[in-house]
């Protein structure tokens, strides 16, 4: 096998993505080019890259001829797709490789057949995966005699979808008509096809995936399990790993299943089987993205490896970079949003006026944005993804709790409150949650937390604190503890007791 050295990548995305991809390439010595918009002429991936070049069409990150053609103009070796748009676009992969640009990520017969959710489940039923039972839904009657074969509560689901859109809960024969209508709208408007699928609902089930990673050369290994059972309308809001509920046991028969699936296609790169594990230790595949996860920080952090990284050398036609893997520790990802909780979870575009990320040993802050960047309501409104590592939980938790109340974005509102109330939930310390856990405690979430005297006086001193840091830095302010000498957190102490 001829083996390219890659010289200089496109990075066909934007946003917090983007700017990693980034970093991995410039260690590798790689050149990074960007591509953007003009809305995203100054956006943070854009300045960041080594070159970053203008999309002219209205589709933008979506174009996939003008991404060629881009790539082909800057005389770029690859492309790396990240995640969303075109990275799990079979015909996207297979046109670059007919340019003459590598596609850093799985052949496109892998992503075309996991693709389809229906030829996907097929496929791993037939290498030995445990599925969900399901089937077809393409008319009500159709439909109707899926969900009553496989009982009540089912999912309709989009056969075409991904990332949580396409998908409806249904609790009765009653509720199907109008549900399978409206899923087979949003599938139309998400994917370009209507069509969709039903599942049997496994209730008070964890969400549990196993990351894969294959090379050309016939070796695939998994890189452990990541819980992403914390989430809003299937969308994931806090991973973390390893999972609380799951034993050695299981992991070992999750882990097995998943490098037999990827193995059974054909599979290369990274990529991640999805699982649902019940409470009876029992699971059942979902699906497999083929493409690099958003919550893939915490695999790095807990085996210490750089998926970026390993994804080019397989690219590059090399053998996976490590001879074994072990994990180590703790870890733990909040996602980030310029959402308002209080409102529904609205987005919330506008300019940030301030950006202090959280720091100090072992946080990460993978983020897309700058203080001065404005937030457009034209894509996703995650901003950045805050991930901590510890040597166990309960560190990693206290970690986490700390960074989040670090973080200081200014000038529109985010979740970094809703994220701190989650992660001091009682039962998620404990560790006792499952994907409907935001739902069953929505209205504690949602509130803020009563304060007791001892609270508020360490509110009031942080809120000192704070206000004595910006004002120092314009350098105009608190002259009364200047003249005083003494420090805000005195002064917030003898003002709460007044």
């Given at each position: ?37 003009e ?7 854009a ?10 069409s ?41 340019a003459g ?6 052949p ?52 075409n ?9 249904v ?28 599942e049997?609902a ?75 594990l ?65 409102s ?11 950006l ?14 700058y ?29 986490m ?47 803020e ?17 704070a ?29 709460a007791?007044?």
């Amino acid at each position: 096998m001829l083996r390219l050295v890659m010289k200089r990548v496109l990075i066909a995305n934007r946003g917090e993505i983007a700017v990693r991809i980034a970093r991995s390439l410039r260690e590798l010595g790689i050149e990074a080019v960007a591509v953007h918009t003009e809305e995203d002429r100054l956006a943070l991936h854009a300045r960041s890259a080594d070159l970053s070049l203008p999309l002219a069409s209205p589709r933008g990150y979506l174009d996939a001829d003008e991404l060629i053609a881009v790539a082909r103009r800057a005389i770029c070796d690859a492309l790396h797709p990240g995640y969303g748009f075109l990275s799990e676009n079979a015909e996207f992969a297979a046109a670059c490789g007919t340019a003459g640009i590598t596609f850093i990520g799985p052949p496109p017969s892998a992503i075309a057949e996991m693709g389809s959710k229906q030829r996907a489940r097929a496929a791993m039923a037939k290498a030995g995966v445990p599925i969900v039972p399901g089937g077809d839904a393409r008319t009500l009657f159709e439909a109707s005699t899926t969900a009553a074969s496989v009982g009540y509560p089912v999912l309709i689901k989009a056969t075409n979808g991904g990332g949580g859109k396409g998908m409806r809960l249904v609790h009765s024969e009653a509720e199907l008509g109008r549900a399978l209508e409206l899923t087979q709208g949003e599938a139309k408007n998400a994917f370009g096809s209507d069509a969709v699928y039903i599942e049997k609902a496994i209730t008070d089930a964890r969400h549990v995936e196993i990351q894969v990673l294959g090379d050309q050369h016939g070796r695939i290994v998994h890189l452990f399990e990541r819980d992403c059972s914390i989430q809003r309308r299937h969308q994931k809001v806090i991973e973390e790993t390893p999972c609380p509920a799951l034993t050695p046991e299981i992991l070992q028969r999750m882990g097995e299943v998943a490098v037999r699936g990827a193995a059974a296609i054909g599979y290369f790169s990274a990529g991640t089987f999805e699982f649902l594990l019940a409470p009876d230790g029992s699971f059942y595949f979902l699906e497999m993205n083929t493409r690099l996860q958003v919550e893939h920080p915490i695999t790095e952090l807990i085996t210490g490896l750089d998926l970026v990284a390993e994804m080019v050398r397989v690219a590059e036609g090399q053998p996976l970079g490590f001879d074994s893997v072990a994990r180590r520790g703790h870890a733990i990802e909040a996602r980030i949003y310029a959402e308002d909780p209080e409102s529904g979870f609205l987005p919330s575009p506008g300019r940030i006026s301030e950006l202090r990320p959280a720091s100090g040993p072992f946080v990460r802050d993978d983020s897309g944005v700058y203080a001065g960047a404005r937030v457009s309501e034209s894509y996703d409104p995650l901003l950045a993804k805050l991930v901590v590592w510890a040597e166990d939980r309960p560190r990693a938790l206290a970690r986490m709790q700390r960074a989040l109340g670090e973080y200081v974005v200014g000038g529109i509102r985010t979740n970094l409150a809703f994220l701190s109330r989650v992660i001091a939930h009682p039962e998620f310390a404990r560790g006792a949650y499952d994907i409907g856990f935001l739902t069953a405690h929505a209205s504690e979430l949602l509130e803020e937390p009563a304060c007791d005297s001892e609270d508020r006086l360490l509110l009031a001193a942080a809120a000192a604190v704070a206000a004595h840091e910006r004002s120092a830095i314009r350098r105009d302010a608190m002259p009364s503890a200047a003249a005083s000498g003494l420090s805000p957190w005195v002064l917030a102490q003898r003002s709460a007791l007044k």
